[in-house]
Structures are given as structure tokens and as C-alpha cells.
Nanobody
């Protein structure tokens, strides 16, 4: 069994910063690509940052230059640094990762989400 647990969400004023953390635990051999997604009320879930095991990253234009994804492979942890936050960044943020498990399976897993609220 594999668990992804997000932390670091909260309330921040527009223009402020937050750092989200996603810790992976369980029966994993290694984590492949990982990503952060978000979903605001009434909207579709969207990916906001993606990182390969080697550290290559990708962002949509809506967050490029403000959000930075990083990872620590030794700790099976991925981070999302969010700067210059805007009210439209408010959402539940989810961590997603592809794990190679001890059962020799390659599967996608999701965390339970962490709320980010941005006041104007």
C-alpha cells in the first residue's frame, strides 16, 4: 500500500507565499514522475506542476514563474513553492505520483488534498 500525504496548505493574503509538501510512504521501490494538481469549487481538476525523477519540470502558463516544484528522491517527498499567490489560486491542492511498488507494479496514487485559501 502506498500513501501520499500533503501538508502546508492554509490561508494567505494575495501576494503571499506557501510551500506545500507531499510525503510518500508505503511499499514503494521508487517514485517516477510526480505532480501537483488543484481543484477549485465548480471547476475541473488541473495540473499546476509536474516533475520527472530526474528533475525536469513543466508548468501551465497560469502559474509559470510563480510556482516551483521540486523533489527529494531520498525522502520520497515532493514540494510546491507558491509565490505571488492570487485569489484565483485558491483551491484544494492534490499530490499525484507514479510509484513502482514492491509488488512490481507501476501505479498512480493520489493524496487526500490540502486546502489553499487566498484572501484579496
Amino acid at each position: 500500500q502506498v500513501q501520499l500525504v500533503e501538508s502546508g496548505g492554509g490561508l494567505v493574503q494575495a501576494g503571499g507565499s506557501l510551500r506545500l509538501t507531499c510525503a510518500v510512504s508505503g511499499s514503494i521501490v521508487s517514485m517516477s514522475a510526480m505532480a501537483w494538481h488543484r481543484q477549485a469549487p465548480g471547476k475541473r481538476r488541473e495540473m499546476v506542476a509536474w516533475i520527472t525523477r530526474n528533475g525536469d519540470t513543466s508548468y501551465p502558463d497560469s502559474v509559470k514563474g510563480r510556482f516551483t516544484i521540486s523533489r527529494d528522491n531520498a525522502k520520497n517527498t515532493v514540494y510546491l513553492q507558491m509565490n505571488s499567490l492570487k485569489p484565483e489560486d485558491a483551491a484544494v491542492y492534490y499530490c499525484n505520483g507514479r510509484a513502482f511498488t514492491t509488488a512490481l507494479e507501476l501505479k498512480d496514487y493520489w493524496g487526500q488534498g490540502t486546502q489553499v485559501t487566498v484572501s484579496s
